[in-house]
């Protein structure tokens, strides 16, 4: 009795390394998935971190501006920037610079709030400018001080 050629022989082993190089490569494209999840998640909580730091930026700008007597832009500094350097609670490693420019009517000068038009920017960011957690965020406002 004389047997029949195999010709089907080593067909279940090629299936199987077809099937584990699939499955490895879903792994690895689920890992990348999750690495990318994880880093958009963080950049977004630090631009929210830095959007609140240009917020209370323009707060703490306007509150200068409208004080009875404006610290923060005079006649003698009609354009002024200030860092704020004492750390704002919940934003630590947030650099907050904010500028003001005053312009004025005749009736009066920079350094009374009335009569006096104050444009305030507050730029805070995060990180240094090209790394991976880099976050900077712009606000500006317009404010002023005619009762």
Known sequence: ????????????LVSAIFLIVVLAALGAFMVTIGGVQHATTSQAVLAARAYFGAKA?????IHQAI????????SIYPTM??????PITGL?????????ACTFT???????????VYYLASVAEYGTYGS????QRRLEATVTGIP
Do not use: K
């Open 1 to 12: 009795m004389t047997r029949a050629p195999r010709h089907q022989a080593g067909f279940a």
């Open 57 to 61: 930026g323009i707060e703490w700008g």
């Open 67 to 74: 004080a009875p007597t404006p610290s923060m832009c005079t």
């Open 81 to 86: 920037t200030t860092t704020l350097l004492a």
């Open 92 to 100: 630590d490693g947030i650099r907050v610079t904010v500028s003001c």
């Open 106 to 116: 005749s009736a009066a000068n920079c350094n009374s709030a009335l009569n006096s």
């Open 132 to 135: 991976a957690d880099y976050a």
